[in-house]
């Protein structure tokens, strides 16, 4: 027998050998199938029904890219997604030939003004410039990889005039400037990795005028690595600032403090996704992790819901005075708003006795978090846009808005989004998903597992190598200052020489019918309802919700 005849029998043999492998193996699944008692489906059918369950496991995927269309999909949209990739990643925000939003729909819209700035009008620092790099397409063909090459790119920084800077705690020994409109929300290393903080450590820094929010699970050297400032969120927990007691370890807090990054401290009451304390599930609660939170390693940890150090506002207000007086720096609070009562007291409180925050985060309920319950997300506070307004309307009844900043957070990703939180009342706001599709998140909506495919919501070392921090940090650069060029070009539509002179009255309404509503006069109606002393308006408003955009 020759060679070739006895190759044809081994691989015959060998093919044989595996497909009775497989017949044996099938056999043992469609038994095991009809066996178990907890798949009713998989007992009557067993094939279809694993191919049943095998759609299912890759159903977001096949809706993500195959059934959405561009302006469906949750948290985000395809085209909510793809505009921040492209800002980040070519430094483009240009689309063709016309808008997806459909305009039979409610909705919030800038006036535009009959004579716009002219782009030399804008009144920005045009001497701070950034260096960053930004990606050019080659080629694109269908069936290969698409040709890329990166090239340095100098730009301006796109930050406010000296004489528009916004100066959170005037009044206090260190006083925070900031010369950009927009920030990191808070995102906690342990919920992101370390490639993933120090990559937008390092983009912000870059960036210039901007800040990155801690979160509350304590300051890390990846937060500091770029050089950022910094604004040191503190939870119920005291991660990162307590004793083995779990309470305020004052010298600790000293210390960090002393940091020159660390900008001002936030106290976090809740947030827009959670009203409740966070979770950090064991398995990421690695050793380093647990040093910096000042906690036991590998055990799973959760904030309480609230501070037990303090139990109504007045209690509140001494804790932020302490703090305050304890590192002479800002303090500032986040919440999350659940009515028109719910800054009442603070707001009286402030009046009455001088105290309070030196800034107040609000969060909607539509912001995101890396793990929280169904019910806390969809229906626990109000979203962003009728959290703002009462916020905003209980201060100025209580004559105490100027002596507090207001930083507005909740999917304000796009320059007409901030720009309409700019004239609801906030100074600056706050941005987190966005920055964090900006280093590589897809959406594969598994943050709280550790699993996270692309090196972002994940403390696993391999999974983490995914997320190059060379690359994704100049993506984070890209990202913000085209937000900032945006909001100078709505600005000039507007008729605005700078974003911080936007009010209610360059904000139209318009309901479902086509009748139009001056955000002024919406306001007017919400400022009644709180009882702020203001003239009355003639003209009759019909209540309509403006949350919807």
């Given amino acids: 027998m020759d060679i070739a005849s006895r190759l044809i029998i081994i691989t015959f043999t060998f093919g044989a050998l595996i497909l009775i492998a497989l017949v044996i193996f099938l056999i043992y699944l469609l038994m095991f199938d009809r066996n178990q008692k907890h798949h009713a489906i998989l007992r009557n059918y067993p094939v279809l029904g694993r191919v049943r369950y095998f759609l299912e496991k890759i159903g977001p995927e096949l809706r993500q890219y195959f059934f959405n269309g561009d302006n469906e999909g949750k948290p985000f949209s395809r085209d909510d997604y793809e505009h921040i990739v492209k800002s980040a990643k070519y430094m483009r925000d240009v689309v063709a030939f016309g808008s997806k939003r459909d305009f039979d729909e409610e909705g919030l819209f800038v006036r535009n003004d009959m004579f716009p700035k002219l782009a030399e009008e804008e009144k920005f620092d045009r001497e701070i410039k950034v260096i960053t790099k930004r990606c050019i397409l080659l080629k694109d063909p269908l069936f290969s990889q698409r040709e890329e090459k990166w090239e340095d790119e100098e730009s301006s920084a796109y930050l406010l005039h000296d004489h528009d800077a916004v100066v959170i705690g005037p009044n206090t020994k260190h006083p925070f400037r900031l010369k950009g409109l927009i920030g990191m929300s808070a995102m906690s290393y342990g919920s992101l990795g370390y490639n993933a903080i120090t990559a937008l450590s390092e983009g912000l820094a870059l960036a210039k005028g901007t800040w990155m929010n801690t979160g509350e699970g304590g300051l890390s050297s990846y937060h500091l690595k770029g050089g950022v400032d910094i604004i040191m969120q503190i939870g119920p927990a005291m991660f990162g600032v307590r004793d083995k007691f779990g309470e305020m370890d004052w010298d600790e807090l000293k210390l960090k403090s002393e940091i020159p990054q660390v900008k001002a401290f936030e106290i976090k009451l809740a947030q827009g996704a959670k009203t409740r304390g966070g979770h950090i599930d064991a398995e990421k609660v690695t050793p380093e992790i647990a040093e910096i939170r000042k906690v036991e390693p590998f055990k799973s940890i959760d904030s309480p819901n609230r501070f037990h150090q303090f139990s109504d506002i007045p209690t509140m207000c001494e804790f932020i005075e302490r703090i305050r007086n304890h590192t002479g720096k800002p303090v500032g609070m986040k919440m999350v708003v659940g009515g028109n009562d719910s800054v009442e007291e603070l707001a009286k409180y402030m009046k009455e006795t001088g105290k309070g925050p030196d800034f107040i985060t609000v969060d909607g309920g539509e912001g995101g978090t890396g793990a929280s319950y169904q019910e806390l997300i969809d229906s626990v506070g109000l979203p962003i846009k009728s959290a703002l307004p009462i916020v905003v309307s209980t201060l100025q009844k209580y004559g105490v808005r100027d002596r507090v900043k207001i930083i507005a957070s909740g999917k304000l990703f796009s320059p007409d989004r901030i720009a309409i939180a700019l004239a609801m009342g906030a100074d600056l706001v706050n941005i987190a998903r966005g920055f964090m599709i900006t280093i590589g998140c897809i959406?594969?909506?598994?943050?709280?597992?550790?699993?996270?495919?692309?090196?972002?919501?994940?403390?696993?070392?391999?999974?983490?190598?995914?997320?190059?921090?060379?690359?994704?940090?100049?993506?984070?650069?890209?990202?913000?200052?085209?937000?900032?060029?945006?909001?100078?070009?709505?600005?000039?539509?507007?008729?605005?020489?700078?974003?911080?002179?936007?009010?209610?009255?360059?904000?139209?309404?318009?309901?479902?019918?086509?009748?139009?509503?001056?955000?002024?006069?919406?306001?007017?109606?919400?400022?009644?309802?709180?009882?702020?002393?203001?003239?009355?308006?003639?003209?009759?408003?019909?209540?309509?919700?403006?949350?919807?955009?």
């Avoid at 984070?476 to 209610?504: C, E, M, Y």
Wanted: charged share 25%; proline share 5%.
């Fill in 443 to 549: 959406q594969t909506l598994k943050c709280q597992s550790n699993a996270c495919p692309v090196g972002v919501a994940t403390t696993d070392p391999e999974l983490q190598k995914a997320l190059v921090i060379d690359e994704k940090k100049y993506r984070v650069v890209n990202f913000l200052v085209t937000l900032r060029k945006g909001l100078f070009r709505i600005s000039a539509a507007a008729g605005l020489d700078s974003p911080v002179h936007f009010q209610p009255k360059h904000i139209s309404y318009k309901d479902g019918k086509g009748v139009v509503t001056s955000l002024e006069d919406i306001l007017h109606e919400i400022r009644q309802q709180i009882g702020v002393n203001e003239p009355k308006k003639q003209k009759f408003l019909i209540n309509r919700t403006i949350h919807k955009q």
